[in-house]
């Protein structure tokens, strides 16, 4: 198993920044990929970015060019930094750890383990 405990979410006026942080422990060699997800209250659970253990990224669109997922394998940490931060952007994130399998639409990432969540609330 891998426990995931993520931290540095706040209260920020618009147009601020957050890093925010994932420590992973546990059976943390068996990560294939991992990434940050965020519920806003009312809306469905949003994949924002993605890392996998090649280093390769995704983004969602709505916050590429803001938002920038990085890893530290030495500490088994995974960042977020967020930038420009609008009051749409505020959710409670979640990190989360998976394999990484093959299917007919090619490699994916299936996520098995996920955090608590850290707040991120922005004020216009």
């Known amino acids: 198993q891998v426990q995931l405990v993520e931290s540095g979410g706040g209260s920020v006026q618009a147009g601020g920044s957050l890093r925010l942080s994932c420590a992973a422990s546990g059976y943390t060699f068996s990560i294939g990929c991992m990434g940050w997800f965020r519920r806003a209250p009312g809306k469905e659970r949003e994949g924002v970015a993605h890392?996998?253990?090649?280093?390769?990224?995704t983004y969602a669109d709505s916050v590429k060019g803001r938002f920038t997922i990085s890893k530290d394998n030495a500490k088994n940490t995974l960042y977020l930094q967020i930038n420009s931060l609008q009051p749409e952007d505020t959710a409670m994130y979640y990190c989360a750890a998976g394999i990484m399998f093959t299917s007919v639409a090619g490699r994916q990432c299936a996520y098995t383990n996920w955090g608590q969540g850290t707040q991120v609330t922005v004020s216009s």
């Open positions: 890392i996998r253990s090649d280093g390769s990224t």
